[in-house]
């Protein structure tokens, strides 16, 4: 279980910003074997009655209730191979399992004839069973990730270690002005010789006043004790996420779940 005295390096940067975000109101918890993890979850809160688990598409020891695939935009399943040629853990048809298939980091202004056109190539796929939804993102305002932090300003260095940023620059560069992007791979562990980079790239701008902007799933990283001797020297702002439905399809995705699991609970209880 996540609590105060653990950080990233103990529990991982995702699972760590989650607890930060959100740890006073659900439960957070790490476990390498899911089956085992679960009853122990379940020993230690009885009172929890939902568990959402992360990148389990292809975990079958543990049967969902639900089953959620997300596929992005830039990169959906059906223009991927599997691995060693492309990025899929299993081929394209395993989508049938799936009880809803979500088109993450779409656009603002998606094209109804592009979404049905996606709609088409993941049915191939899919079959006709499952609920098929698209979701964009939407950033937040910056806010400061150590207090001595001045206002945000309007030229950022931009540091990220995430899966894919290609939305993330797009949309800082409509807010801002991006003069660098220091990119490294998803779940990157910083260590000094990053913060000495990222250190001789603001002084590089040092001219424009430049401000760092990063992701909250970076920012936990950054927070760690061995690095604040370099960032007490950098103003660094965090940049907020979430996924956005259109009303519609969030109620959609709502009402298809309640239904799934309610069915499901019901016949394992008749």
């Not at 543990?62 to 990169?75: C, M, R």
Request: charged letters at 30%; aromatic letters at 10%.
């Amino acid at each position: 279980m996540a609590h105060g005295d653990l950080s990233a390096r103990d529990i991982g940067d995702e699972p760590f910003q989650i607890f930060k975000k959100f740890g006073q109101e659900v439960t957070v918890a790490v476990g390498e074997e899911r089956i085992l993890a679960i009853p122990q979850i379940l020993a230690d809160r009885p009172a929890i009655n939902l568990i959402l688990l992360d990148d389990a598409f292809q975990h079958r020891y543990v049967k969902g209730d639900l089953n959620i695939l997300l596929t992005t935009y830039q990169k959906p399943f059906f223009n991927d191979q599997v691995l060693p040629m492309g990025t899929l853990r299993e081929h394209p048809n395993g989508a049938k399992r799936a009880d809803v298939i979500v088109v993450t980091k779409c656009p603002d202004a998606m094209d109804p004839e592009v979404k049905e056109e996606y709609k088409r190539k993941i049915r191939i796929y899919s079959g006709s069973d499952n609920l098929i939804l698209f979701a964009g993102l939407k950033y937040g305002l910056p806010y400061p990730v150590f207090k001595q932090d001045p206002s945000m300003g309007s030229k950022v260095i931009l540091l990220s270690g995430i899966a894919d940023n290609h939305v993330l620059i797009e949309s800082v560069k409509k807010d801002y002005f991006l003069l660098e992007v220091l990119e490294y791979p998803d779940h990157h562990k910083y260590q000094e010789k990053d913060l000495v980079h990222l250190l001789s790239v603001v002084k590089k701008h040092k001219d424009k006043f430049p401000v760092v902007l990063t992701t909250e799933k970076d920012a936990v990283k950054l927070k760690d004790d061995k690095f604040l001797k370099y960032l007490n020297e950098i103003p660094i702002f965090a940049l907020p996420v979430e996924i956005c439905f259109n009303p519609t399809e969030g109620e959609a995705l709502l009402d298809i779940a309640t239904q799934i699991i309610w069915k499901k609970n019901y016949a394992r209880e008749s």
